[in-house]
């Protein structure tokens, strides 16, 4: 009769640890999903800046890493290419407003 009780007491353990184990990955998954669509919305709402130069390669590659144009001439000249303007670029964000002054 006592050894019937320790492994009904055990099977008991076992079915609660396999619970809590349970609600720890289904937890741990939740969490990774929510990290990894908030990863996919921070590229998305543009918060990567995107850079003015590009080093075009004579091979056709592009490296749109630069963002002045001092910074693309050291690269090219180390690696050689050309510098040009990043396609994607859009212009730099507007400074905070700055009412007009009207002169007499």
Known sequence: MTIL?????NGEGALRMSRYLLRGLMLAGVLAMAMAADAVNDAQAGRWPVT????????GQMDCSYFTFEQCQEAVSATGGDCAINPRFAGYPAGPYQPRRYYR
Do not use: E, P, Q, S
């Not at 009780?5 to 007491?9: E, F, H, K």
């Not at 003015?52 to 091979?59: F, L, N, S």
């Open 52 to 59: 003015k130069w590009c080093v075009r390669a004579y091979d």
């Open 5 to 9: 009780r320790r492994n009904a007491c």
